[in-house]
């Protein structure tokens, strides 16, 4: 992730203690950072990095009401005459402060990412694919059990068909016609058995991920911190109590904007009275997109500043995935089993020093890398036989509205002859 972007910027008022002045401009917030530059000169005159920051309060005295006040290490910025109000920039702020403590983007991260080796590359990049495949699977099976529900209902209304079927036979039949009134009574007593059977997958619905968002309603300029969940079946906007603010079921959904890469809205137009539109700001936000590009293709849409996002992600990451994928896989043959054709033991095995020396994975690296892309194996061919599972079942269930179809319309021109 860029960590230029500019996640959000606001005007406001610095003091600057070397002039003892305030000076007007503007603070922005990027991923890792807080910045704040001048308006007449354009000078850049805070820049420091969100894991040197110790405490950001709320603070006010005689002569500076409503400011917000940053300790960076020994020092305190303030700042002042916040738009569009303090708490908005205050909750930002210390959200994205305490989840850059929680990451592993913290203090010290920047060091470890030097020494990082390529076997951790292709452990972290492993990892993603398996939880992205994870989720997958988590939506299918959700898709699985509304076909079987489908399915469920279909041969309900095959049997109710039959039953009216018969029904319409005996009004048929002349009324002479000895076995009349007592030839289907007993399939329409024990038929109701069956109306019991009605599935509650929804709350048994596994979540597919949870993150802590910052939360503003329509175009209000108020904003609180609470969490979003997103489920197989559509997603959900709690407070920080857990108590549901709003749940956008699948088919509620009308579009999804991705403005930044760590800001979207997700909106359901109502005709008549105002759209429900919700705005949502959260360091996380970058492991929720690709969940809701897969569930809401059709909906979602990334604006300019989120274009660069979707851009590396989709475009080199085809190219990157393949040669990532094909390296992990040539290294595990060479790493963990080593074989080779032609040549001796001896020669093997300074292949094989060679190749960690070159590649630098060690044997727990390559241990840890074989076990996910076992894992990533099973997950895939499960994934494969149950996209297959829901083809059948979308023929099955095709070929019976089409039967029920016929069936409708062949009643329909029975009751037409009777009445």
Sequence with gaps: MNEDIRIHSWPCSYYLDASKQWVSGRLSLTPVAIKFTADKTGELLVNFHLSSVSEIKKESSNLIFSSLTILEKSTKHWFSSLQPNRNVVFNILEHFWREQLLSSQGAGAEAAALQSTKGKELTELLTGSQKRLEDTAKVLHYQGEQFDNIMRGLNKIEGDMDVADRLLTELESPSWWPFSSKLWKAPLESKPKETATVSDSKNQEGIIIRIPVIITHRTDSNVKPGKLTLFASGLEISDCNSQVIHRFESKDV???????????????????????????????????????????????????????????????????????????????????????????????????VQLQKQEKISQEEAKELKQILKKLKGLALETEAELERQDEALDSITTSVDRATLNIDKQNRRIKKLT
């Excluded at 800001?263 to 700001?281: A, C, H, N």
């Design 254 to 352: 009308d579009d999804i904007r991705v403005h930044t890469p760590y800001e979207i809205s997700v909106r359901q137009r109502f005709i008549g009275k105002p759209d429900t539109s919700y705005r949502l700001l959260s360091a996380k936000m970058p492991e929720a997109i690709p969940i809701l590009e897969m569930q809401f293709s059709k909906k979602i849409q990334f604006l300019e500043d989120a274009l660069g996002f979707v851009g590396a992600r989709k475009s080199p990451q085809v190219d990157l995935g393949t040669s990532i994928w094909q390296a992990a896989t040539g290294l595990l043959g060479g790493v963990v089993q080593p074989s080779s054709p032609v040549g001796g033991r001896e020669e093997m095995d300074n292949d094989q």
